[in-house]
C-alpha cells in the first residue's frame, strides 16, 4: 500500500489540525491504520491506532480525548482530527498499515507514508 499523509502545518498552542493519510495501490479496507509521530532527538511513538472497520481504536494516553481517528474506507482515507494542540506535539506525523488488527507497535506496521510535520508554538 501506498500512502501519502498530508496536512500538517504550524498552529498556536490550544489550536486544532486535521491531518489526512491517503492510500492507493491495495484495498485499503484490509488493513488496520495507525498513526505515529517522531520528534527531533526522539523515538518514533505511538499515536493512535484503527482497526480496518473503524469500529476499535486505540490512543496513547497523552491524546485521549484531544485527538480522534477515523477512516473513510470508501475514500481510501484515514484522518487524525487534533484538537487542544500543546507545543508537545510538535512531530513529524506519520500514517502506517498492517494486516490484521490494530496495534501500538511500530514494527508490526508494513507500509509508511512520507509524514507531514506539525508545529504547535507556545
Known amino acids: 500500500v501506498q500512502l501519502q499523509a498530508f496536512g500538517g502545518g504550524l498552529v498556536q498552542a490550544g489550536g486544532s489540525l486535521r491531518l489526512s493519510c491517503a492510500a492507493s495501490?491495495?484495498?485499503?479496507?484490509?488493513?488496520?491504520m495507525a498513526w505515529f509521530r517522531q520528534a527531533p532527538g526522539k523515538e518514533r511513538e505511538f499515536v493512535a491506532a484503527i482497526s480496518w472497520s473503524g469500529g476499535t481504536a486505540y490512543y496513547t494516553d497523552s491524546v485521549k480525548g484531544r485527538f480522534t481517528i477515523s477512516r473513510e474506507n470508501a475514500k481510501n482515507m484515514a484522518h487524525l482530527q487534533m484538537n487542544s494542540l500543546k507545543p508537545e506535539d510538535t512531530a513529524v506525523y506519520y500514517c502506517a498499515v498492517k494486516l490484521e488488527g490494530p496495534t501500538r507497535v511500530k514494527t508490526e506496521y508494513d507500509d509508511w507514508g512520507q509524514g507531514t510535520q506539525v508545529t504547535v508554538s507556545s
Open positions: 495501490g491495495r484495498p485499503f479496507s484490509r488493513y488496520a
